[in-house]
């Protein structure tokens, strides 16, 4: 296992993650736990380390780079464990580097690591510091999504390291986002659990990295961008705006016992495509939980439907309603749907949650017993094509 050369002295030291659990929800496409090293004459730095499952993996690629005595600087971005946590243990053999961080980082490396009594530089706001004939200047990111955030920014090469700043959950096919498949889907999945809820933050954390001169943006997570970083900006200033609501596209996501919801399901999906409509199609027994929030996140509409068990919905939806919230859908288009035996309860539950979340909820909640008869199915058709306009008009 070798380091990766990026430009002349920058280089990848990284480990890759080819399946991956991320707060309980799985990411099939795996991850990477970014780490750098920089070097300048016989100087050199290490930016982030690693996850704990993966420290010798960057162990060996730092090592294939540079004897950690002669590491000076061992920069933390980032204090959760996925980038720390290697830390402590380079630390046992880089014996004459500085740990660089902002002071809320610090507590936290000795809260995770006690005693974690390492030699450290705290650094602020637009602070530098010189590495040989390389300087670093150091960007406050709070809340980018951790309070204590900062990225390093390599002056000479024009390189951002933003840690999870712009970064998507993929184990890539190459290194490099020009070289790689398509992240973008792998960046919204991200984007939605983990930043959506501190959309204001990355505002603000876009406003400052716009400043930069940038050249290439080197993230924690998932391919390096190389062409065009203001690409990434873009799309995570879209994502993080406030009056973004998602693209003209509609999730039906339902489970069912005996058939009927799904019945109702795909009368409901057909007649909003009868529209020119995308829609994605989710049964919650099986897809993917974090595909399906992903997909809610980057539409303007959300359907859920359910059987009634014990007066409410099956679990699969409280699967998916606690992310929601986390997601911020406020403006959102919703529906919901539910069939029950002798007393109700799915539909109805679920139109509380989506009302409660302040999405722009369809009446009525179309709750059913049994099986929809075509009174019912017309009215399925009805709400479809309802979603369909207010999909165009929004
Ligand atoms: Fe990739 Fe917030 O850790």
New binding site residues.
């Given amino acids: 296992m070798q380091a990766v050369k990026i430009v002349e002295d920058v280089f990848w030291a990284g480990a890759i993650n080819w399946t991956f659990d991320f707060y309980g929800l799985s990411i099939q496409r795996g991850t990477t736990y970014n780490a750098y090293v920089v070097k300048s004459g016989d100087k050199s730095a290490v930016i982030d380390t690693s996850h704990p499952n993966h420290y010798e993996e960057f162990m060996t690629r730092v090592k294939s780079i540079v004897n950690p005595e002669k590491i000076d600087y061992v920069i933390c971005n980032?204090a959760?464990p996925?980038?720390s946590f290697g830390i402590p243990i380079l630390m046992k053999e880089a014996v004459n580097a500085k740990v660089v961080a902002t002071p809320k980082c610090v507590a936290m490396l000795r809260r995770l690591y006690p005693p974690a009594d390492y030699d450290y530089i705290e650094v602020k706001e637009d602070d530098t510091l010189k590495l040989g004939e390389k300087t670093f200047r150091f960007i406050e990111a709070p809340f980018m999504?951790?309070p204590e955030v900062m990225f390093t920014y390599l002056e000479e090469d024009k390189i951002l390291f933003p840690?999870?700043g712009f970064?998507a959950h993929i184990a890539p096919t190459n290194l490099f986002a020009d070289k790689a498949k398509d992240i973008k889907d792998d960046a919204a999945k991200y984007f939605a659990f983990?930043f959506r809820p501190f959309a204001k933050k990355v505002r603000q954390a876009i406003e400052k990295v716009r400043k930069l001169d940038l050249k290439i943006i080197a993230p924690?997570?998932g391919p390096i961008i190389r062409e065009n970083p203001t690409e990434v900006l873009d799309l995570w200033e879209k994502w993080s705006s406030e009056e973004w609501i998602g693209e003209n596209k509609v999730v039906i996501a339902y489970n069912t016992m005996w058939g009927a919801d799904k019945l109702m399901a795909e009368t409901i999906a057909d007649s909003i495509m009868e529209e020119d409509i995308e829609v994605n199609f989710f049964d919650l027994e099986t897809a993917p939980v974090a595909d399906v929030l992903k997909e809610c996140f980057e539409s303007k509409a959300i359907v859920l439907g359910s059987l009634t068990v014990f007066g409410g919905p099956f679990p699969h939806v409280y699967a998916v309603l606690p992310f929601l919230k986390l997601m911020r859908p406020q403006g959102k288009i919703g529906a919901a749907f539910g069939v029950h035996g002798w007393s109700g309860g799915s539909a109805r539950k679920i139109d509380e949650a989506m009302k409660e979340l302040k999405m722009d909820f369809i009446e009525p909640a179309l709750a059913v017993v049994l099986r929809p008869d075509e009174e019912e199915l017309q009215k399925c058709i009805e709400l479809g094509k309802e979603i369909a306009k207010r999909v165009k008009a929004t």
Avoid: L
């Fill in positions: 980032h959760e996925d980038h999504h951790w840690c999870d970064a983990i924690s997570h």
